[in-house]
């Protein structure tokens, strides 16, 4: 099984600063066959379901603010908020579908406001 | 537009069963591989398990939390996919949400509340 280890585990942003959050897999998630990376992030509010931002680590969902931005390869990954917004205020999570039938997610960053 | 909506949680005693279910609309359902993850209280999103769609040979497979007592299942002519859970633990306290499209979820349920206790 894929570990997914997210770091911080929570972090205080002042509005309108970048918010990052790093996702680290115990092995690589970049499939050599056709060069894509199997990770995908995810914001959860309370009440809410989970909300995909981004797949293949990179590509942003449909209707996904441009302030989010999904980097990395391999096994370490980032994803930035460039600008928080009061809405932002979610927990966010790293999820690797490289190995099946195991998916595993992150456990998870939770952002605030400072 | 699509629409996932999960039915049948509620409480039971440690060592029994419950099932709950996930009627999709909206997509075509026959063609979905379905997934249900959980979120027990407090803690993160736990992937359960998932059931390719018949076409992919209609197959199974469970986290190892789970494997032996949980077993998923569908029903295209309904529209619906089940989770059949047994031999209940206090730690399957959780809200339970089927997703679906592939290795990641652009599509969820709100979930439905299982709470295992005595």
């Known amino acids: 099984e894929i570990v997914m280890t997210q770091s911080p585990e929570s972090l205080a942003v002042s509005l309108g600063e970048r918010a990052t959050i790093n996702c680290k897999s115990s092995k690589s998630v970049l499939y050599d066959s056709d060069k894509k990376n199997y990770l995908a992030w995810y914001q959860k509010k309370p009440g809410q379901p989970p909300q995909l931002l981004f797949y293949?680590?990179?590509t942003r969902q449909s209707g996904v603010p441009d302030r989010f931005i999904g980097s990395g390869s391999g096994t370490d990954f980032t994803l930035t908020i460039s600008s928080l917004q009061a809405e932002d205020v979610a927990v966010y999570y790293c999820?690797?579908?490289?190995?099946?039938?195991?998916?595993?997610f992150g456990g998870g960053t939770r952002v605030e406001i400072k | 537009e699509v629409q996932l909506v999960e039915s049948g949680g509620g409480l039971v005693r440690p060592g029994g069963s419950l099932r709950v279910s996930c009627a999709g609309s909206?997509?075509?359902?026959?063609?979905?591989?379905m997934t249900w993850v959980r979120q027990a209280p407090g803690k993160g999103l736990e992937w359960v398990g998932r059931v390719r769609s018949e076409t992919d040979g209609g197959t199974t497979d469970y986290a190892a939390p789970v494997k032996g007592r949980f077993t998923i299942s569908r029903d295209d002519s309904k529209n619906v996919v089940y989770l059949q859970m047994d031999s209940l633990k206090t730690e399957d306290t959780a809200l339970y949400f089927c997703?679906?499209?592939?290795?990641?979820?652009?599509?969820w349920g709100r979930g439905t509340q299982v709470t295992v206790s005595s």
């Open positions: 999820q690797q579908y490289y190995t099946t039938p195991s998916l595993t």
């Open positions: 997703a679906t499209q592939g290795g990641f979820f652009p599509y």
């Open positions: 909206g997509f075509i359902f026959k063609n979905a591989w």
């Open positions: 293949w680590a990179t």
